[in-house]
Each structure stands twice: as structure tokens, then as C-alpha cells.
């Protein structure tokens, strides 16, 4: 199993281009998760989908489109991209448990510059 | 403001030594609690999960206290491996969904 695999690893953008980051999982998984990580600001949510064909805010949602077309995909979207979109973005995906004890996996990351 | 607290450091100590991280969460309504671990430039990984009870994996124990509305970790007898970032993560309930925060995470370097 390939667990959660993202793409691009790398991207360098220019200020009002657009991209598409894709992220996919082969566990099944009902949650996934789209993060953000600045240096000192820790992870911080973007949008998160909890079924296939559903997605939701998070902390962080202005700038980015999501899409949830199948289960295994969950798509992020940068439609006019701006310098402090800069950031490694995480994907992540989790069973949906009761009582909430979902362990998170996360891909490996894409470093985004927005020149 | 974060809701989920934690101190930066770094904490920087000794091989062999015992190093305590401490973890507050304002919502009382968080229903489920996780520490990850993330190396330099890696994705984060679950250490462990907290539960009410406490719970101990060899060198690690972590510890839930609802009352005061923290989650601690505490390992014992440093590895110089144990050099990472430690998060702290508290799922709430929107809806009826478990959504998660993290903390700014807590920078641990463990040196010979």
C-alpha cells in the first residue's frame, strides 16, 4: 500500500497563476484533510472532507477550493495564487472512529513557493 | 488565538535525561487528544493517542487531566533520535464530525 501520496513535491508559482495539488489514499478512508504549515504556526486546517462528495471549511479556507469527486482523491485548488500562499502544504486521511480516536496519516508534503 | 497551546521551546537536554511537555486546549467540549511527532521536513506522525486513563509506551507516557484542560508527555531516558518536533492535537465535534487542531508544536533536541 501506497498509504497517502501527494503532487506535486515541488512547485514554484508566479503571483496570479493557478494550480491544482492532488492528493490520494489506498486505506479507504472516510476523512481527509487538507493543512497548511508556516514556520512557527505550526499545521493549520484548510478544508476537510468527511465522505465522498462532501467538503467543509477549516481555519484557513480563504484562497482554496477543494473537491472531493472520489472517495480515494481529495483535490486543492489555488485559483489566482498570491505570495503568502507559501507553504508546505500536508494532505492527510483518517477512519472515521467513534470517540474520535482517528490516527492521521499524512502524505509527505508539497513545497509550494509563490513568487 | 490558538486554541490549542504549547510551548515552543526548544527544550534542549541531555542524552539519558527525563523531559516533560505540557499541552492546554480551551474548548472543554474536545472530545479526543493525540500527540505527533514531526522530523525536520517530514510529515507528522502519531505518537500516541491520550486517553483519560493515561497511557505508557516503553519511554513515553502521556497523560490527559480534563479538569485543568491539558495533555502532557513525558519521556524518559532520552535518545538522541528523540530530536524532533512534538504536536499536540485536540479533536472537537462540529456537527458531529471530529476535527482536528494542532498545536504550534514543542521543538525537543536531545544532545550526547
Known amino acids: 500500500n501506497a498509504g497517502v501520496t501527494q503532487t506535486p513535491k515541488f512547485r514554484v508559482l508566479k503571483t496570479g497563476q493557478s494550480m491544482t495539488l492532488l492528493c490520494a489514499q489506498d486505506m479507504n478512508h472516510e476523512y481527509m484533510y487538507w493543512y497548511r504549515q508556516d514556520p512557527g504556526m505550526g499545521l493549520r486546517l484548510i478544508h476537510y472532507s468527511v465522505g465522498e462528495g462532501t467538503t467543509a471549511k477549516g481555519e484557513v479556507p480563504d484562497g482554496y477550493n477543494v473537491s472531493r469527486l472520489k472517495k480515494q482523491n481529495f483535490l486543492l485548488g489555488l485559483e489566482s495564487a498570491a505570495p503568502s500562499q507559501t507553504s508546505v502544504y500536508f494532505c492527510a486521511s483518517s477512519y472515521s472512529r467513534q470517540g474520535g480516536y482517528n490516527e492521521q496519516f499524512f502524505g509527505p508534503g508539497t513545497r509550494l513557493t509563490v513568487l | 488565538r490558538k486554541e490549542v497551546e504549547q510551548d515552543p521551546g526548544p527544550f534542549n537536554v541531555p542524552e539519558g535525561a527525563t523531559v516533560a511537555f505540557n499541552c492546554t486546549y480551551s474548548n472543554s467540549a474536545s472530545q479526543s487528544f493525540f500527540w505527533y511527532r514531526q522530523d525536520c521536513r517530514k510529515e507528522p506522525k502519531l505518537l500516541m493517542s491520550v486517553y483519560s486513563s493515561g497511557n505508557e509506551d516503553g519511554r513515553f507516557t502521556a497523560q490527559l487531566n480534563r479538569a485543568s484542560q491539558y495533555i502532557s508527555l513525558l519521556i524518559r531516558d532520552s535518545k538522541l533520535s528523540d530530536s524532533a518536533t512534538y504536536l499536540c492535537?485536540?479533536?472537537?465535534?462540529?456537527?458531529?464530525?471530529?476535527?482536528?487542531?494542532f498545536g504550534r508544536g514543542t521543538s525537543l533536541i536531545v544532545h550526547p
Open positions: 492535537v485536540v479533536n472537537e465535534t462540529p456537527g458531529g464530525s471530529y476535527i482536528p487542531t
